[in-house]
């Protein structure tokens, strides 16, 4: 079991910053892949980001060039670094692990709002 905590929303002005944070309950470096995904009002869940702990780092389009994903291997977290947001980035962000031998996202934790004014 890996229990996941989500910090760091809240509410911004458009092209402003965030940085979220997702702490594992368990060492988790090297045997999970880490993902945020993200859930606006009235849409599907969507995803933003992967990385398998420093490597192999993916983003959605929407994304690039804009968020940065990362991972402190020691403090078992994984952070967003959210930048120029845009009203449209308006979301519940969670955060996501599954094993690197498994396509499921086995577990997630129970979300953080942000939120961004135009």
């Known amino acids: 079991q890996v229990q996941l905590v989500e910090s760091g929303g809240g509410s911004v002005q458009a092209g402003g910053s965030l940085r979220l944070s997702c702490a594992a309950s368990r060492r988790t470096f090297g045997s999970y892949h880490m993902g945020w995904f993200r859930q606006a009002p009235g849409k599907e869940r969507e995803f933003v980001a992967v990385t398998s702990w420093g490597t192999n780092t993916q983003y959605a389009d929407f994304v690039k060039g804009r968020f940065t994903i990362s991972s402190d291997n020691a403090k078992n977290t994984v952070y967003l670094q959210m930048n120029s947001l845009k009203p449209e980035d308006t979301a519940v962000y969670y955060c996501?692990?599954?094993?690197?031998?498994?396509?499921?996202?086995?577990?997630g934790g129970q979300g953080t709002q942000v939120t961004v004014s135009s």
């Open positions: 996501a692990a599954r094993r690197v031998e498994s396509f499921e996202w086995e577990y």
